[in-house]
T-cell receptor, first 114, second 118 residues
Framework: RKEVEQDPGPFNVPEGATVAFNCTYS??????FFWYRQDCRKEPKLLMS???SGNEDGRFTAQLNRASQYISLLIRDSKLSDSATYLC???????????????FGKGTKLSVIP | NAGVTQTPKFQVLKTGQSMTLQCAQD?????MYWYRQDPGMGLRLIYY???????DKGEVPNGYNVSRLNKREFSLRLESAAPSQTSVYFC?????????????????FGAGTRLSVL
């Protein structure tokens, strides 16, 4: 099983739709989780951190399920500007030198269509 | 608010040439990282520097060297470029390495360097 797995998509959704992405991780000791957004030919930017209790930021909701080892991102009322690739990022929590390495998923591409 | 600045933005090399990618951050961060991103592969860590004066190998260090020049600057050197090193290179920084609190290990990325090796 790969360390961080995401459905590559693409997800093509109409404006106003609700879309959900899932991400699974292999290391049960993983300590911290993030969603990053990457626009075409741009750098990744933090979208939101994922807290154990789940968290919401406007139209975006992130959930963590430690028992099943997955993270989700829900986008409500999709906008054209939400079109991007969404990267799931995990700190595997290996300890020692490995603790400095975040593991990035390959990303899920979202296209919001007018 | 410059954040993380990378130079150059684009570069074309011939096989065997050398070059240094420069990275500087103005956020007073302790930790800095070099990644490469290839289609279908995601971001892979090449080298990192947890703090000034230290550097360590990441997932794909072969063919690269790094220097943490000071707290602000972290450079990546290709001594003898190969076509397999054609990629987009990103530098990133974080306040602390990912062993500390959630907020402090958020990584901020530069705009990237697109490198082609012919």
């Amino acid at each position: 099983r790969k360390e961080v797995e995401q459905d590559p998509g693409p997800f093509n959704v109409p404006e106003g739709a609700t879309v959900a992405f899932n991400c699974t991780y292999s290391n049960s000791a993983s300590q911290s989780f993030f969603w990053y957004r990457q626009d075409c030919r741009k750098e990744p930017k933090l979208l939101m951190s994922v807290y154990s209790s789940g968290n919401e930021d406007g139209r975006f909701t992130a959930q963590l399920n430690r028992a099943s080892q997955y993270i989700s991102l829900l986008i409500r009322d999709s906008k054209l500007s939400d079109s991007a690739t969404y990267l799931c990022v995990v700190n595997p929590g290996r300890g020692g030198a490995g603790s400095y390495q975040l593991t990035f998923g390959k990303g899920t591409k979202l296209s919001v269509i007018p | 608010n410059a954040g993380v600045t990378q130079t150059p933005k684009f570069q074309v090399l011939k096989t065997g040439q050398s070059m240094t990618l420069q990275c500087a951050q103005d956020m007073n961060h302790n930790s800095m990282y070099w990644y490469r991103q290839d289609p279908g592969m995601g971001l892979r860590l090449i080298y990192y520097s947890a703090s000034e004066g230290t550097t360590d190998k990441g997932e794909v260090p072969n063919g690269y060297n790094v220097s943490r020049l000071n707290k602000r600057e972290f450079s990546l050197r290709l001594e003898s470029a190969a076509p397999s090193q054609t990629s987009v290179y990103f530098c990133a920084s974080s306040e602390q390495p990912p062993v500390t609190s959630l907020a402090k290990n958020i990584q901020y990325f530069g705009a990237g360097t697109r490198l082609s090796v012919l």
